[in-house]
C-alpha cells in the first residue's frame, strides 16, 4: 500500500536537504511505473 503525504513546501530547513529529496524523488519516479503518476501530480 503507498500512503502518500502532501504538504506545502517551505523555505524552512536546508535547501541542499530539500535539493537532494527532490532529486532522488525525480529520479525515483522516471524508473518506477508506479511512483510517476503521483510525483507528476505533485
Not at 20 to 29: D, N
Request: hydrophobic share 40%.
Amino acid at each position: 500500500m503507498l500512503t502518500i503525504y502532501m504538504s506545502l513546501s517551505t523555505k524552512q530547513g536546508n535547501r541542499r536537504v530539500r535539493w537532494y529529496l527532490v532529486e532522488a524523488a525525480q529520479k525515483a519516479a522516471m524508473h518506477d511505473p508506479k511512483l510517476r503518476p503521483c510525483f507528476e501530480r505533485m
